[in-house]
C-alpha cells in the first residue's frame, strides 16, 4: 500500500507539467495578451498599469500614429517602436516562446509565480490572501452538506417508498437542477438589498471594522457575511450524498447480518445505529475529499464573483480577463495541486475507514 501512494504522488509531477504546458501554449497562441493591452490603453489615451519611466514615451508614441507601422502586435499599429518594445520587455515578451516556458518550469519547481503585471504584489502573496477564502467557503459548504445529508438520507432509507421519501427526493433533486449562480441571484434579490431585503451584505466576507470588533462580534461577522454564499453553493450538493447515503442503507439493511440480528430481538435502533450505519458510513466518509474538491472547484468561482469574495476563484477571474498570465497560472497550479492531493487523500481515507481495500492488489 506505501508503494501505491508514493507512485500516486510521483504521478502528481507529470501530471502538473501536462496541465500547465498544455494551458502554456493555449494561451500564448490567444490574442488579446498583456502586451495588446497595454497598448491599446496608449493608443486609448490610457496609461494605467504602466510603469513611471514608460509615461514618458506614451506621448511620443501617440504621436507616431498617424504613420502606421505592421508589428506582431494589432495594437501596435502606428505606435513608436522603442515604446512597443519597452513594453514587450516589461512584461517579457521579448524572449522567445522556448525561454519563456524553460524559465516558468525553472521557477515553478521552486514555487516562484514571480509578481502580477498589473498589481503591485507577487503572485504568492495574492494566493496567500485568497487561500483562505476559498477553503472556508468549501469546508463550510462541505459541513452543511454533510450535516443534511447525512441523517435524510439515513431518514430515507428507514421510510423508503413513504410520502417522506418521495417528497423529500423532489425537494433535492429541484434543488440539484438549479444553478448555484441562479440562486446566488435569488438570495442577493431577496436578502442583500436587491429588490426586497437588505439582510445580508453583498462585499467580501468581513466588515471593514473587523479587526475592532470582540472575539464574539468577530464571529457573528463572519457568519453573517458567509451565510448567503454558503447557502448559494450548497444548494445543488445535497443530491448526491443524501442519495448515496440512502442507498448505502438500504443495501445494509437488506443484508443476512441485520436479518439475523432482528431474529434475536434486538431494538430497531440498536440494529441500525449500531450495525448498519458504521458499514453504511464507509463509503460516504470515504468520499468527503471528493465532496470537498466539487465544492472547492465548481461553484467557487462564479459565487465569489457574485459576491465579492477575494478567493482564488476571483483572483483567477480577474487575471484571465485583465491578461494577468502570471497570476492566470499561478491560481492554475494551486487548484491543480490541492485537486491532485485531495484526490490522494481520498483514496487514503477508503484504506483508513475500511482497511480490507486495498489498491495495491487491484489489477
Known sequence: MPAYFLRRLLLVIPTLWAIITLNFFIVQIAPGGPVDQALANIQFGRSNGLPGNMDTSVSHGRQAMDNPASTQYRGARGLDPEVIAEIKHRYGFDKPLWRRYVDMLWDYVRFDFGNSLFRSASVIQLIKESLPVSISLGLWSTLIIYLVSIPLGVRKAVRNGSAFDIWSSTLIIIGYSVPAFLFGIMLIVLFAGGSYLDWFPLRGLTSPQFDSLPWYGKITDYLW????????????????????????????????????????????????????????????????????????????????VMFSLNGLGLLGYDATIQRDYPVMFGTLYIFTLIGLLMNILSDLTYTLVDPRIDFEGRK
Open 225 to 304: 457575511h458567509i451565510s448567503l454564499p454558503v447557502l448559494a453553493t450548497v444548494i445543488g450538493g445535497f443530491a448526491t450524498l443524501t442519495m448515496l447515503t440512502k442507498n448505502a442503507f438500504l443495501d445494509e439493511i437488506r443484508k443476512q447480518y441485520v436479518v439475523t440480528a432482528r431474529a434475536k430481538g434486538l431494538d430497531e435502533g440498536r440494529i441500525l445505529y449500531h450495525h448498519v450505519f458504521r458499514n453504511a458510513m464507509l463509503l460516504v466518509i470515504a468520499s468527503f475529499p471528493a465532496t470537498f474538491i466539487s465544492m472547492f472547484f465548481t461553484s467557487s468561482v462564479l459565487i465569489e
